[in-house]
Structures are given as structure tokens and as C-alpha cells.
């Protein structure tokens, strides 16, 4: 039985990494730990866990092998490193951390410590990824030259456990960045798994379009991000993240290959669609993505419990995840800089 210690109790601890871990039968929820001591609290009641004063308390308790970290962006890198050096496995969320030092650091902190680091990108476990990578690499749709990938739903203010405009998420100094960490790192690392090649350079725009704080200012971080992505094997498309879809979340990738175009999650019937250049179609019928209204299982929380339990390598590791942090760190530089910014890592 893996023992587990949750960091961070807002929202995607209660909706995900909770309930995941109590339906794991190798799994069992001994501690919680957040700033907001009486969430905590409420939770490890519910859940018949402790809930703890400090992190350093909860990393302290001989029982907890493995954490969760589920806190403000900011304070990922620290959680993780101190919960790696006691000796913990680590499952981080997305964003990985809030610089690429950091993220280096949780990395070779992981390698040092000789403990697991996955990272929460459960857009790969989502299993019409999972399938268009299988026939992507089957070679149903050719060498891919182009694609696009979109991730735009209305914002996290009124998703946070602290909902409203003063929401973490919308504060530089707690989040460091916005919608291009925020959702643009799903489809940017998405991208990277699905075609199995880097992005070796960037060019963007990052705006804040629309959001605004408490004050009626616009937020600190960025709304909306378009980027063109270059890949190492030539390939050229777009990623679009945005905080202002209002009407309606788009969630969608379409990649087209020499011998055919695949559209996932965009089309109202099948969750992944091939037409191919001998005009046949492939539909492939699996389950609807996870959106903020919907919690499917991601799958996440049982593949981490799954490495640690069989000592072997995340599906999702740190460094796999650190290639497509460097291109989003590379997309806000293009972006304050007015160029195109290369990623010599990924080459
Ligand atoms: N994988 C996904 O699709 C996905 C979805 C949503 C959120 N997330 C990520 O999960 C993380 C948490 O997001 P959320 O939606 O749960 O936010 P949230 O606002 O609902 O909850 C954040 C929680 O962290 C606590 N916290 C903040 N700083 C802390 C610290 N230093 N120590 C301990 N606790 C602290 C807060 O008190 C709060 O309870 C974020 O990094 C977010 O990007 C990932």
C-alpha cells in the first residue's frame, strides 16, 4: 500500500487527485497539508486522513511515501524539492514550476534523491491522445507537416477554490504566468507526445485582452496566447491558449499528415477523426475529454500510483515535461521581445 500526502487542497485536489487516490486500491490518503488550515482539515475529516500544520509536519510522517502537489504555481518547485528530499515521490500539477532553474532543480532533485517526479499533464492520458498517438505512429496519416492545437475555455476565476477576479491565478507573484502556462503547457507538451519531435523554436503574442482584477485593471498575467511552433523534423503549426472563450471551451488539435488529416475533439461526433487521401474516414469512439464542468478519471493518479508501487519510470517525468517548459518560457520571450526565439535543448 502506497502511502499519500496531498500539498495543496483546492480544486484539483478535491475533484482529481482525492478521489483518484481513495478509488486506488493501492492507495491510502494519510495527510493533508495547505495554507488554509481549516480546508485542510474539512478534507482529511472526509477522507479519514490528518490533516497538518506545515508542510514540514507532513513530510515528517514515516507513512507517506509519495505526494501530490497541488498548489499555487508558485510554490511548486519548493514543495516538490523538499518533499524529494524527504525522501517522497513527487506528482506535481501543471504548470511543472515558474522558471526553467526551477524546473531543472525539481529534476535533478528527483535524480538525486532517486525518487519519482511525474508531472500532472493529463491531456496525454486522455484516451483519444492516447489512440491518436497510436495511429499517428501506426502511419495513418503520414509524415506530419502541419497542425494546430487549441485549449481556450472561459477562465479559472470561478474555477479556483477562491473563486472571483482576486483568484490567485490572475496574480503574477502566486501564478508567474497566465493563460500560456496555464492551459498552453497541456497542448504544447500534447504536441510534442502526439508527433513525437521537439519544438525547436517559437514566435508569439501574448495578451491580456480582457481579464481584469478586483480594481477593474487588467490582470498581471496574459489572457490569450497564439504561437507559431517550429519542429525539429520540419513540421510548422499553431497553439492557441486563451482565458476569453466564453461561449463555448474548444479543447480541439487537428494534424495533417502526407497521406491524411486527423481532427481531435473537433467534431461534434467522434473524439478522433481521420480522412485519409484515399477518401476513406477512421472514427474512433472513445470518451469525451475532462472539462472544467465534467471530471472524467483522468488516469493520472493511477499511473503515478502505478510507477511508484512497480518502481518504474512515469509515463509523465519531469524531464520529458522540462522540453515543452522550455518552450513555453521560450513562446514569453518571443512574445516580450517581438522575435522568434529558439530552443537549442530541443534540437
Ligand atoms: N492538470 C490540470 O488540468 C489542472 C487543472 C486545474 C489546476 N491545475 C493546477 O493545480 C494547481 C492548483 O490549482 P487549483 O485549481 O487546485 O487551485 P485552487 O485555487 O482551487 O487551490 C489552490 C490551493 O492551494 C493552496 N495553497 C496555495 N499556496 C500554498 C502553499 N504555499 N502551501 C500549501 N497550500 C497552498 C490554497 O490555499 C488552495 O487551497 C495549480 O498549479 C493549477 O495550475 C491543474
Known amino acids: 500500500m502506497i502511502g499519500i500526502g496531498i500539498i495543496g487542497c483546492g480544486k484539483i485536489s478535491q475533484v482529481r487527485h482525492l478521489p483518484e487516490y481513495r478509488d486506488n486500491p493501492d492507495a491510502k490518503i494519510i495527510g493533508l497539508f495547505d495554507i488554509n488550515y481549516e480546508r485542510a482539515k474539512a478534507l482529511a475529516e472526509e477522507y479519514g486522513a490528518t490533516a497538518y500544520k506545515s508542510l514540514d509536519k507532513l513530510l515528517a510522517d514515516e507513512r507517506i511515501d509519495a505526494v501530490s502537489v497541488c498548489t499555487a504555481n508558485y510554490n511548486h518547485c ?126 508569439s503574442k501574448l495578451s491580456t485582452i480582457d481579464k481584469t482584477d478586483l480594481v477593474g485593471k487588467p490582470i498581471s498575467v496574459d489572457d490569450n496566447a497564439v504561437c507559431v511552433y517550429e519542429m525539429k523534423g520540419g513540421a510548422v503549426g499553431t497553439m492557441i491558449a486563451s482565458w476569453t472563450y466564453y461561449g463555448e471551451e474548444d479543447n480541439s488539435t487537428v494534424i495533417i499528415g502526407t497521406k491524411g488529416t486527423m481532427r481531435i475533439y473537433d467534431s461534434g461526433k467522434y473524439p478522433v477523426e481521420i480522412r485519409n487521401i484515399e477518401h476513406e474516414k477512421i472514427m474512433v469512439n472513445v470518451e469525451a475529454i475532462q472539462t472544467n464542468d465534467n471530471q472524467t478519471k483522468s488516469g493520472v493518479i493511477d499511473a503515478f500510483v502505478k510507477c511508484v508501487r512497480t518502481d518504474t519510470e512515469p509515463p509523465i517525468t519531469g524531464k520529458d515535461v522540462l522540453a515543452a517548459m522550455r518552450v513555453v518560457f521560450a513562446g514569453i520571450k518571443s512574445s516580450e521581445e517581438g522575435c522568434r526565439v529558439e530552443i537549442p535543448e530541443n534540437m
Open 78 to 203: 519548493e514543495a516538490t524539492v523538499k518533499a524529494l528530499e524527504a525522501g517522497k515521490h513527487v506528482l506535481c500539477e501543471k504548470p511543472m514550476a515558474t522558471s526553467i532553474e526551477e524546473c531543472e532543480q525539481m529534476v535533478r532533485a528527483a535524480a538525486k534523491n532517486k525518487k519519482k517526479l511525474m508531472i500532472g499533464m493529463n491531456q496525454r492520458l486522455a484516451k483519444a491522445h492516447i489512440r491518436a498517438k497510436k495511429l499517428i505512429d501506426q502511419g495513418e496519416i503520414g509524415r506530419v507537416l502541419t497542425f494546430r492545437t487549441i485549449f481556450g475555455h472561459s477562465g479559472p476565476e470561478n474555477w479556483s477554490v477562491d473563486p472571483g477576479k482576486g483568484t490567485w491565478f490572475f496574480d503574477k507573484n502566486k501564478a508567474a504566468m497566465g493563460v500560456m502556462a496555464d492551459l498552453g503547457i497541456h497542448k504544447t507538451d500534447l504536441i510534442q507526445y502526439l508527433v513525437g519531435d521537439k519544438i525547436v523554436a517559437v514566435t
